[in-house]
């Protein structure tokens, strides 16, 4: 039996008073993965850590709805601004609301959401995708990436759902979260091409493609990425099985119905645990090598993740899967 107590306290232990939580200890932060460690902590039933998570982003946010791509000890070290960066915290803070029932933290953190999702939404254009993010010299990136775009549809939904439970309606997301998922469906020449694993599952983790579609995708491109007894590449033609994607898959798998498989796939990530809970990023199964030599939070906050929807957690399959759990009872 995997004791994932002990995977939970390891980002606790690198957490900062503050509550950042970086990679790892006197590492990078980047919002979107601190927002996953986030989410582990919750499904760990660790509330007050994740609460305080949350609280470091709506302490550091900018002026404009954003954050800065990367912070170190505290100070940017990449001034970019990331749409998906900054969206995350939606589908965070609708994991910790179902996971606590606590309205009043939600409504502490609701400024701090709607000014994030109208940041993203600045990024919106007129054929419905968004641009990944604005440069440090505040040029608009080009490229409009996939996986980015399935996690902000994810935010938008997460968000409207937030706005509702408070009383805040914001019909303009749902049209924008309609038109981004029109463009990832009808129009797939949008967006960059790149030989990732998250782009194969994303569409679904994402909220756009679901039931027989989703397992049909599944499906197709399944021996592209997954490498029996090892895991989820993140490359299609490296032979690197990252524990960050695998955990993902699994999630994916657990809340479109196939927690059997899920669990199986989660298994393999045994070979990446370390003695204190935590695992390294990724193994190279070919030369039988850790790579990188790094045990980061967010692989171990997308492990418990894809743990707690395996094992049914609600308030996890209530953020990922299909909209059928009330708001109010959702905790478990």
């Not at 756009?208 to 895991?231: H, K, M, N, Y």
């Not at 850790?290 to 707690?308: D, K």
């Not at 957690?313 to 478990?332: D, I, Y």
Request: a negative charge; proline letters at 6%.
């Amino acid at each position: 039996m995997i004791d994932f107590t002990a995977t939970a306290d390891f980002i606790v232990t690198v957490q900062q008073n503050d509550g950042a939580i970086p990679w790892f200890a006197d590492g990078p932060l980047d919002p979107w993965d601190h927002v996953e460690a986030a989410m582990g902590l919750d499904a760990a039933g660790l509330h007050g850590a994740a609460a305080a998570a949350y609280r470091w982003l709506a302490r550091t946010q900018n002026p404009d709805g954003s954050w800065f791509a990367e912070y170190r000890a505290g100070t940017p070290s990449d001034r970019g601004r990331d749409a998906n960066f900054t969206a995350y915290i939606a589908v965070g803070a609708l994991h910790h609301h179902l996971s606590t029932n606590d309205t009043s933290f939600l409504g502490e953190l609701w400024p701090t959401i709607d000014n994030a999702i109208e940041f993203a939404l600045s990024l919106q254009q007129d054929d419905g995708t968004i641009r990944w993010r604005y440069h440090p010299d505040g040029r608009l990136a080009d490229e409009t990436l996939l996986t980015g775009c399935c996690s902000i549809h994810h935010a938008l939904r997460s968000a409207s759902t937030i706005a509702g439970e408070l009383g805040a309606p914001r019909p303009h997301w749902q049209a924008a979260q309609q038109r981004l998922a029109d463009a990832i469906t009808g129009a797939p020449h949008l967006f960059l091409p790149k030989p990732l694993a998250m782009d194969w599952y994303y569409p679904i983790l994402g909220g756009i493609v679901r039931e027989e579609a989703a397992r049909t995708r599944l499906a197709q491109d399944w021996s592209r990425f997954v490498e029996p007894g090892f895991g989820v590449r993140c490359v299609d033609h490296e032979p690197w099985i990252t524990g960050g994607e695998t955990a993902e898959l699994a999630l994916t798998l657990a809340v479109a119905g196939e927690p059997d498989t899920a669990n199986t796939l989660l298994r393999n990530l045994i070979r990446l645990r370390t003695a204190n809970g935590a695992y390294w990023t990724g193994y190279n199964y070919r030369t039988d090598t850790i790579w990188p030599e790094e045990q980061t939070t967010w692989t171990a906050g997308a492990i418990l993740l894809a743990h707690a929807a395996i094992n049914a957690h609600k308030p996890t399959l209530r953020t990922f899967g299909p909209e059928t759990v009330p708001v109010n009872e959702s905790n478990c």
